[in-house]
């Protein structure tokens, strides 16, 4: 790590990239193990997709109550430490083959996200708040997300491996055992950051946290309940009139929070919600990455391996064998399981549906794949490799006096990462709305863009909270960051559910295109009343 940052930037760097190590390996494989018939629980697209779409957005919604605790009574490293080994444990129970202990481990890390996430963010920015390091913290939030992205890149090749060899549990223990490194590593470089570990005194007119708790939590736990027991759905599924129902008491917390903050603070805090609001449809399209890209990769993916390179990717475990088998749906490990061999119906293997009848290998025979899940190691792969491009961009800027402020970074991401929409528009037409085998390079493509779009936006909003916050609402505006990000995710999951509803899947893209172009035209049109508040707090 570079000298002119802080000592603690590398723990915390390493402690964040062994814990994304953990989750990312549980969320790139988490909708394949529900819809595997054989193994998993035999989910279908909508179903999954929603099952999905609900679990991170809980995970992205505890943060809230986390950095709650956090600022008034644990403490960020208790927070951290506690959240840290909640999610380990959840990872090692998801092994477990049951929909009960699903249901519990999913629990657990929705719980200790809420502990982890907004805390580790907001102690990395509490390192910058000094005169020696506080121009450096747009850049060290750039550097802490690389690290991030490591262990997103990195944790795929280990669950397509364990998968292969042993099966989706081992998979699931690996990621748990990723977690559990981050704690230790946490805690090793405890001293270089224990100083900024200060729980916040509550300010004359603020709310108590257990009247806070009590004036959100038990609303939530009844909205969401009224939203679960509608006669009829009216956003997708119950799941998710729950879940919507349920985050109005928090909206309105953080409304009476501006309404009651002192006026020196209603700017500030007035610019993150609004900035809160718009992010909400970046992360909508953006977490696809999980449900329908994942689909996109699955079944619409050429993913056949080159002969040259099966024999070192065979030593590797990192080949999925799949067999044609014409007569019966077939989920494919090593032992060549059938999933029902009774059905009148003859349904091709979901890979073989849209590979033309001359190119369909001879019953019995096996094609050599790359496993689904290590697609989703393009993103962080893209995160680590332009990162330094994108910082060495905004220094060059920075030298020449044109760097855009964060606000106008953020603008930018939201355009740029539209523009991905149209590059699975192209991959569309070129497979012919999925009649044949897309280009793996389409994929690739448009997250080589909107991976750009992230860099401009994500750390950005991690360093623009620490910047503009009142330093007794640090964790707790970190926490509507990820409020923001949860009730994105939660639209992610009602986008892809519908998936199977476009008949012309350009048609779905070019919906992602539009959401991103609104997003992206409001900031535009916020950005200068956001440049002179963050001028005037900077």
Known sequence: MNKNHPKALPFLFFSEMWERFGYYLMIGIFTLYLKDSVAGFGMTEAEASDLYGTFIAFVFLTPFVGGLLADRVLGYRRSITIGGIMMGAGYCLMSIHSLTMLYVSMLLVILGNGFFKP??????????????????????????????????????????????????????????????????????????????????????GDMSLWKILGVILLPSIAFGTIGFLLPEPLVGSHSTDAFLFGCVPIVFFYGRLYAKSPKEEKRPIAAMLAIFAVVILFWAVFKQNGSTLNTWADRYTDREIPESVVPVLSKLQL????????????????????????????????????????????EGETMNLFNTNLFQSVNPFWVVALTPLVLAFFAFLKRKGKEPSTPAKIAFGLTISALSCFVMVAAVYANEN???????????????????????????????VSKLSPPRLTALMMGG??????????????????????????????????????????????????????????
């Not at 981050?182 to 509550?202: A, E, L, M, N, R």
């Open 319 to 362: 080949v999925e064998e799949n067999a044609y088998l014409k007569d019966s749906f077939v989920v494919m490990d090593k032992q060549f399981r059938v999933a029902d061999k009774t059905k009148k119906e003859v349904t091709y293997p979901p890979y073989y549906k849209n590979i033309p009848a001359k190119q369909l290998p001879k």
């Open 481 to 538: 960051w990820f409020l923001a990000t949860s009730i994105g995710n939660k639209m992610s999951g009602v986008l892809s559910s519908l998936w199977d509803g476009y008949e012309h899947k350009a048609n779905f893209f070019l919906v992602n295109f539009v959401l991103l172009s609104i997003a992206a035209l409001l900031m535009f049109a916020m950005l200068k009343w956001l440049n002179k508040i963050f001028k005037e707090h900077m």
């Open 434 to 464: 999925g009649a044949l085998k897309s280009s793996p390079w389409w994929f690739i493509s448009s997250y080589a863009v909107i991976t750009i779009g992230e860099l401009f936006l994500s750390p950005m909003g991690l360093s623009l």
């Open 119 to 204: 805390n580790i963010s907001t102690l990395l920015g509490n390192v910058y708040n000094t005169p020696e390091f506080k121009e450096k913290k747009d850049e060290g939030y750039n550097i802490f997300y690389m690290g991030i992205n490591i262990g997103a890149f990195v944790c795929n090749f280990f669950g397509a491996a364990l998968y292969n060899m042993i099966g989706w549990g081992a998979a699931f223990i690996a990621a748990g055992v990723g977690m559990f490194i981050g704690i230790i590593i946490f805690w090793s470089g405890t001293k270089h950051f224990k100083h900024v570990d200060v729980i916040k005194p509550v300010a004359e």
